[in-house]
């Protein structure tokens, strides 16, 4: 709000009030859907809190996950889960920047993001942008495999940009060019032993559940096939085992998630029972 006066020295004075509401549009919005990231979630909202706006979509937490989000931010919403895709597309409806970044529960953004994210933003060559991420596995780097250093989408123009509708391995579309960011995202993918099995068993399910509604078929011998060429992929061609006990962990751990998901395709076993508990 802003109020202007103007004084004519004389006999009379003429005094003029105006008023003026200037709402300021943010230039960067981030956004992140969570559920139950209590042990998480505090990091990654300390490393972007150079955004201009945070949005936060939970679903359901039972933890003190909204409550950690509240203190970061006033924009936490609790929407009934509807898949990876269709969430973050609800997000991403909430923001009001001119950009988006997008952000798991389980990444940190280095420093540097905020300086080179605006820099970019103010250049504007492009509609999007990649980032680097480097993947972590209980307190160690992963260099090696099929978790080595990836790069992910994660900054594009609102405008141009959305997330497809699959409700596992979603990703964004945009609709021009991209780039390329240098500074990195830390993914603490894998905390624990305990974790990495729980998202075994998590994603092997979903997957399973998925496979089975599009009609895909499989065989013992297609399930053998693929678990092993999971494992080899990563393991040996990729150098997983360079990675020490890290590399053998994710490696094993890729090829069961393969194979119990073929298996239970080939059987018609209730995705629920997909992956040994």
Request: proline content about 3%.
């Amino acid at each position: 709000m802003m109020k202007v006066a103007l004084r004519r020295t004389s006999n009379s004075m003429i005094s003029y009030s105006i008023e003026v509401s200037c709402k300021h549009m943010p230039d960067i919005s981030v956004i992140i859907i969570c559920r139950d990231e209590a042990e998480q979630i505090n990091d990654c909202l300390q490393s972007v809190q150079w955004a201009d706006e945070i949005i936060v979509v939970d679903s359901g937490s039972t933890d003190e996950t909204r409550e950690i989000a509240a203190r970061h931010t006033p924009h936490v919403h609790n929407v009934e889960w509807k898949g990876f895709g269709p969430q973050k597309n609800h997000a991403l409806s909430l923001a009001t920047g001119e950009w988006v970044f997008s952000i798991d529960c389980d990444e940190r953004a280095q420093q540097g993001m905020e300086d080179e994210v605006r820099r970019l933003i103010q250049q504007s060559h492009h509609d999007g942008y990649e980032v680097p991420r480097y993947n972590w596995f209980c307190g160690q780097r992963v260099k090696f495999g099929d978790w080595s250093g990836d790069r992910v989408l994660r900054l594009f123009r609102r405008a141009s940009g959305r997330f497809t509708d699959d409700a596992v391995h979603e990703r964004i579309v945009v609709d021009g060019s991209i780039g390329r960011l240098r500074t990195p995202l830390e993914h603490h993918t894998i905390r624990t032993r305990d974790q990495h099995r729980d998202k075994i068993q998590y994603y092997t399910e979903l997957t399973t559940r998925l496979g089975q509604q599009a009609g895909k078929r499989s065989s013992l011998f297609k399930a053998a096939m693929h678990g092993s060429w999971a494992f080899l992929r990563g393991y040996v061609f990729k150098g997983g085992m360079l990675d020490g006990r890290a590399g053998w962990c994710i490696a094993s751990g890729q090829a069961k998630s393969v194979w119990w998901r073929y298996k239970a395709i080939a059987r018609g076993t209730p995705p629920e029972q997909a992956a040994p508990r």
